[in-house]
């Protein structure tokens, strides 16, 4: 993996070179804004095909590589709670977060619980509470829904990631409450009927403009992370 912005070296055209990136640099890399801002902040995490394919075959994985998922679980083990739409939920067989010894001691200390909670958004309830995720979680999965959904347990949780699907993010880039987001551009094209990342019955009037934080790149992968002005 190699930094592709911002540029360190100040040489022209120079970029970072290839070698393995450890954990806690990429941990430092796409840490939270410091302090955090009183309301928060909203990153999304989602990949991308070339063509715009948010998923193949109904999955991400197929579109994802080993890079991508490394990215993956150091946003996840920044995050104080995953929020996630009902059919990614359902689709991808959501399983718990898990708590990861490489984590285990900056979590602490920021006084985040071992693994971050997973927050379900459904409206229809249509969901198998037998499933682990709901049975064997080191923190209580929670389930927004509506009028019922637990507002409190939510802006309690103030380093927030949303894990998609499209209907979820677009819903959510419409309500202009997106402070970042980091996408993973593969370099797979698809065609096919597959949604783009994010689609909602509306637009913004104003099409929300971030501004890049960082590039990564690892095997045609590119790893960015785009950040409103408001973020770090
Ligand atoms: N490319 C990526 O990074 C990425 C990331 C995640 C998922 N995916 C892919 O995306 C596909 C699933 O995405 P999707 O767009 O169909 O589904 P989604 O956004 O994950 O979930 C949609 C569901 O979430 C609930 N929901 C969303 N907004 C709501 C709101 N405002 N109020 C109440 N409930 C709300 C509803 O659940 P109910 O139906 O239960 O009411 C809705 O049917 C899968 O193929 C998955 O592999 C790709």
């Known amino acids: 993996?190699?930094?592709?912005?911002?540029?360190?070296?100040?040489?022209?055209?120079?970029?970072?070179?290839?070698?393995?990136?450890?954990l806690a640099e990429l941990a430092a890399l796409y840490a939270y804004p410091e302090p955090l801002p009183e309301a928060g902040v909203l990153r999304a995490n989602m990949v991308t095909t070339l063509d715009?394919?948010?998923?193949?075959?109904g999955r991400s994985q197929g579109i994802s590589g080993p890079g991508d998922m490394r990215v993956f679980?150091?946003?996840?083990a920044l995050a104080d709670v995953v929020v996630v739409g009902a059919g990614t939920a359902r689709?991808?067989?959501?399983?718990?977060?898990?708590?990861?010894?490489?984590?285990?001691?900056?979590?602490?200390?920021?006084?985040q619980a071992p693994a971050a909670a997973i927050a379900v958004?459904?409206?229809?309830?249509?969901?198998?509470?037998?499933?682990?995720?709901?049975?064997?979680?080191?923190?209580?999965?929670?389930?927004?829904?509506?009028?019922?959904?637990?507002?409190?347990?939510?802006?309690?949780?103030?380093?927030?990631?949303?894990?998609?699907?499209?209907?979820?993010?677009?819903?959510?880039?419409?309500a202009d409450?997106?402070?970042?987001?980091?996408?993973?551009?593969?370099?797979?094209?698809t065609a096919g009927d597959a949604s783009r990342?994010?689609?909602?019955?509306?637009?913004?009037?104003?099409p929300a403009r971030l501004r890049p934080a960082s590039i990564l790149a690892e095997d045609g992968f590119l790893f960015t992370r785009y950040v409103r002005d408001t973020a770090a």
């Not at 067989?93 to 001691?105: L, N």
């Not at 990342?197 to 104003?206: E, R």
């Open 121 to 174: 958004v459904s409206a229809s309830l249509d969901l198998d509470f037998t499933l682990p995720l709901f049975t064997e979680p080191v923190v209580p999965t929670l389930v927004l829904t509506g009028a019922e959904a637990p507002a409190e347990r939510v802006a309690a949780a103030r380093r927030q990631l949303a894990e998609g699907g499209p209907q979820l993010l677009g819903r959510l880039i419409a």
């Open 1 to 22: 993996m190699r930094r592709l912005f911002p540029v360190t070296d100040p040489a022209p055209n120079a970029t970072d070179t290839d070698r393995e990136w450890p």
């Open 73 to 76: 679980g150091v946003l996840r």
């Open 52 to 57: 715009g394919a948010a998923f193949h075959d």
């Open 91 to 111: 689709g991808e067989r959501y399983r718990p977060a898990k708590a990861r010894e490489a984590f285990a001691a900056a979590r602490a200390e920021r006084g």
């Open 197 to 206: 990342i994010a689609h909602a019955p509306q637009a913004l009037t104003t």
């Open 177 to 189: 409450t997106v402070d970042e987001l980091c996408l993973t551009v593969s370099p797979f094209l």
